[in-house]
């Protein structure tokens, strides 16, 4: 898959992972499960650094992706299941998905400006991607 939306460089041990846009579309989805599974057993990765390339780090998510669920592992329990740290760089919105990817992460760093909020519970919806059971434990 040509990717987009989720921009990848690994350096030093350092496995830097950018969302390239503030809504996590099913394409943006798609590719960030698809780094996050191509590195996820890469010996050369020591660290993983999450983090978006627009001043929000993800505002939500796009409903034809709620309606489009796959069995698989989402990309919450990919960047959980690393065996290295990752960290996630939060700034701005932090909402939804992208809250539930930070809560996936082993430390969160968050900006001044940054703001969290499971977006979901106020539409009377449970959280997609584990955030539930995620957030209590953080």
Not at 1 to 12: C, F, G, I, Y
């Amino acid at each position: 898959m040509r990717r987009e939306l989720v921009r990848t460089h690994l350096r030093d041990g350092v496995l830097d992972v950018a969302l390239g846009d503030s809504m996590m579309t099913a394409r943006q989805c798609a590719e960030l499960s698809d780094v996050l599974g191509e590195y996820i057993e890469d010996r050369e990765v020591r660290a993983v650094l999450l983090h978006s390339e627009s001043a929000d780090f993800c505002v939500g998510i796009d409903d034809q992706l709620v309606v489009q669920r796959s069995n698989g592992p989402t990309p919450a329990d990919l960047l959980a299941g690393f065996r290295v740290p990752v960290v996630a760089a939060l700034t701005g919105r932090v909402e939804s998905a992208g809250l539930e990817l930070a809560l996936a992460a082993d430390v969160r760093l968050a900006a001044p400006d940054a703001s969290f909020r499971l977006s979901e519970v106020s539409q009377g919806r449970l959280p997609y991607w584990g955030g539930t059971q995620r957030l209590p434990r953080v």
